[in-house]
């Protein structure tokens, strides 16, 4: 490719970077290619052609998310190869809880000056985390913005489509009194709060670099710790159970991400006790002298997801989601009420 233009380049842009970048992520690409991905990446879109067969009204989900302030997380530790999962996981983990399978996702990265090397490592990310979620990753954008943002900074967000038979959208308004909400462990704070925690821990490279035995490691490397991606467990459970509603726990924690399926006549019922807190939730609230209220009202507090089933399924959808290798419990039950959450 002859595109080349020194006055841009005088000017912050080096188109030349993006090329390179585009031929280092190509065999990351290659890795999350599935059945209906077509030839053409790095053309002006991206090409996929479902498998429609068995499907009476096919309807298409789509999802969008970023990751947030966490990035600084990863810039302090000049570690960028894991923080595209995040990524993927803030867009296909909002997909699935409509019954839909992921099929593709795009990624887009700003930066103030475009190093291809540490490019190929966000878009590698990206790719382990398309790869986990069984969608591949047909496109994306590189874009320099000198003078917006440091040379050394970047920021990620990531777009999703996937798949349902209109018969099999879940159905939040089966939801009654009695059915049993069931916690699925996350991975750590996932990339919900940073601003919060940056702000408690004055992060720094040495306060991240400083391991903490509450948590058995050092703090960055706690919180850099990927969000987990609930995909497959959550599509096997679908298949098996009659699942009502799916809860991605993330911004606004309990308190904003549970009502969003709920039933405006239902309250869900959350038994304090029986949340598996992660010791990096106590330590935030410690240090930072976080009310209770609070903590659930921003973090997942150590419950990535939770689906509610009929309580006659309660025990089936245990088993199959710790066959899938989850650790889920009981969390709590809905009853009549006003469509809000009670912990107690």
């Given at each position: 490719m002859?595109?080349?233009?020194?006055?841009?380049?005088n000017?912050?842009?080096?188109?030349?970077?993006?090329?390179?970048?585009?031929?280092?992520?190509?065999?990351?690409?290659?890795?999350t290619?599935?059945?209906?991905?077509?030839?053409?990446?790095?053309?002006?879109?991206?090409?996929?052609?479902?498998d429609l067969?068995g499907?009476?009204?096919?309807v298409?989900?789509?999802g969008?998310?970023?990751?947030?302030?966490?990035l600084?997380?990863?810039?302090?530790?000049?570690?960028?190869?894991?923080?595209?999962?995040?990524?993927?996981?803030?867009?296909?983990?909002?997909?699935?809880?409509?019954g839909?399978?992921?099929?593709?996702?795009?990624?887009y990265?700003?930066?103030?000056?475009?190093?291809?090397e540490?490019?190929?490592?966000?878009?590698?990310g990206?790719?382990?985390?398309?790869?986990?979620?069984?969608?591949?990753?047909?496109g994306?954008?590189t874009a320099?913005h000198?003078?917006?943002?440091?040379e050394?900074?970047?920021d990620?967000?990531?777009?999703?489509?996937g798949?349902?038979?209109?018969?099999k959208?879940l159905?939040?308004?089966t939801?009654?009194?009695g059915?049993?909400?069931?916690?699925l462990?996350s991975?750590?704070?996932?990339?919900?709060?940073?601003?919060?925690?940056?702000?408690?821990?004055?992060?720094?490279?040495?306060?991240?670099?400083?391991?903490?035995s509450?948590?058995?490691?050092t703090?960055?490397?706690?919180?850099?710790?990927?969000?987990?991606?609930y995909?497959k467990?959550?599509?096997?459970?679908?298949?098996?159970?009659?699942?009502?509603s799916?809860?991605?726990?993330?911004?606004g924690?309990?308190?904003?991400?549970?009502?969003?399926?709920?039933?405006?006549?239902?309250?869900?019922?959350?038994?304090?006790?029986?949340?598996?807190?992660?010791?990096?939730?106590d330590?935030?609230?410690?240090?930072?002298s976080i009310?209770?209220?609070?903590m659930?009202?921003?973090?997942?507090?150590g419950?990535?997801?939770?689906v509610?089933?009929?309580?006659?399924?309660?025990?089936?959808a245990?088993?199959?989601?710790k066959?899938?290798?989850?650790?889920?419990?009981?969390l709590?039950?809905?009853?009549?009420?006003?469509?809000?959450?009670?912990?107690a």
């Amino acid at each position: 490719m002859n595109s080349y233009s020194e006055s841009y380049k005088n000017a912050g842009v080096d188109v030349t970077a993006g090329y390179k970048a585009v031929e280092l992520i190509k065999t990351h690409v290659q890795r999350t290619v599935i059945s209906g991905v077509m030839p053409g990446f790095g053309g002006f879109g991206g090409l996929f052609e479902p498998d429609l067969s068995g499907m009476k009204n096919p309807v298409l989900v789509s999802g969008t998310d970023g990751v947030g302030t966490k990035l600084k997380i990863a810039f302090l530790m000049d570690k960028h190869d894991t923080i595209g999962i995040d990524c993927v996981a803030m867009c296909v983990n909002d997909i699935i809880c409509l019954g839909a399978k992921p099929l593709f996702f795009l990624d887009y990265i700003a930066c103030g000056k475009n190093n291809p090397e540490k490019t190929a490592l966000i878009v590698k990310g990206v790719a382990d985390g398309c790869a986990e979620s069984g969608c591949a990753l047909i496109g994306g954008e590189t874009a320099e913005h000198p003078g917006l943002m440091p040379e050394d900074e970047y920021d990620l967000a990531g777009f999703s489509v996937g798949i349902v038979d209109k018969d099999k959208l879940l159905k939040p308004e089966t939801q009654k009194a009695g059915d049993m909400i069931i916690a699925l462990k996350s991975s750590g704070v996932h990339s919900n709060g940073f601003s919060l925690i940056r702000k408690i821990f004055d992060v720094s490279e040495k306060n991240l670099a400083r391991h903490d035995s509450e948590i058995g490691s050092t703090l960055g490397e706690c919180l850099l710790t990927p969000t987990k991606l609930y995909v497959k467990p959550i599509l096997a459970l679908i298949k098996n159970i009659n699942v009502k509603s799916v809860n991605h726990i993330t911004g606004g924690g309990f308190y904003e991400n549970i009502p969003r399926n709920l039933p405006t006549n239902l309250t869900a019922k959350i038994s304090r006790s029986e949340v598996r807190v992660l010791p990096v939730f106590d330590l935030i609230s410690s240090v930072g002298s976080i009310p209770e209220r609070d903590m659930f009202n921003t973090f997942n507090m150590g419950v990535g997801m939770t689906v509610v089933v009929d309580k006659n399924d309660a025990d089936k959808a245990i088993a199959a989601l710790k066959a899938e290798g989850e650790e889920a419990y009981v969390l709590g039950e809905l009853a009549e009420g006003d469509g809000g959450v009670i912990i107690a």
